[in-house]
């Protein structure tokens, strides 16, 4: 019988392999650009490209877009990212098996007006697609949400599903139909139906200009 010696892998190779498994983790497609108005680009390992319709979206892309523009893109799940002017928004944890539901997802908006429709990762139960934002982090079930700046604070408006809204001052649950508002140093305001003008101008926020 013939013996084969395993050679060890030196430590500095070890790390090396990890790091470049890592970089094709990061760089791996996980959706693609459906829509975009005006300028819009992604930052990815210090490297930015400009976003364009059918292009590809990758993990931990750091999308950002200009004044007035839009930028609508579709994950592998099926779940669609919108973003207003002046967003940035990151895909931070994607987890997903085609053909499957459930998974995983962080997404971080740090800047800008967003609507977010959930796709397949979303588990009926909840608990696996969370939204970090300026204010405190959305845990979304079955849903369709919009967040952003208006009215002098944060507000976050449920069109579909059940969202539950946490910062640092408390939390609240909101349903279909239902907003609030988030006022620095207070705790979100209780669950309610938005004025019909305040839920006009959310709307236009992630809204594309209509072709003359």
């Not at 931990?60 to 779940?79: I, N, P, V």
């Not at 908006?109 to 609507?115: D, P, R, S």
């Not at 640092?168 to 140093?185: F, H, N, S």
């Amino acid at each position: 019988m013939i013996q084969q010696r395993l050679t060890p892998i030196p430590l500095g190779a070890a790390l090396l392999l990890a790091s470049v498994s890592f970089a094709r983790a990061e760089t791996s497609a996980i959706g693609a650009v459906e829509k975009v108005q005006e300028s819009a680009v992604a930052t990815q390992a210090g490297k930015t490209r400009d976003l364009s319709a059918t292009g590809p979206v990758f993990f931990k892309d750091q999308m950002r877009t200009g004044s007035g523009a839009r930028l609508e893109a579709k994950l592998e799940d099926g779940t669609v990212l919108t973003l207003g002017e002046k967003g940035k928004l990151t895909v931070d944890d994607f987890v997903y098996q085609p053909g499957k539901t459930g998974g995983a997802m962080t997404v971080k908006v740090a800047q800008g007006a967003f609507l977010f429709v959930g796709g397949k990762v979303e588990d009926p139960n909840g608990g696996n697609v969370v939204i970090q934002t300026a204010v405190g982090t959305l845990g979304v079930r079955g849903t369709t949400v919009w967040g952003g700046q208006i009215d002098g604070g944060y507000g976050v408006l449920v069109l579909d599903g059940e969202v539950e809204v946490k910062t640092k001052r408390g939390a609240v649950l909101l349903r279909k139909g239902e907003g609030t508002m988030v006022y620095a140093g207070k705790k979100p305001m209780q669950a309610g139906a938005w004025p019909e003008n305040r839920t006009k101008r959310a709307v236009q926020t992630i809204s594309f200009a209509t072709a003359q």
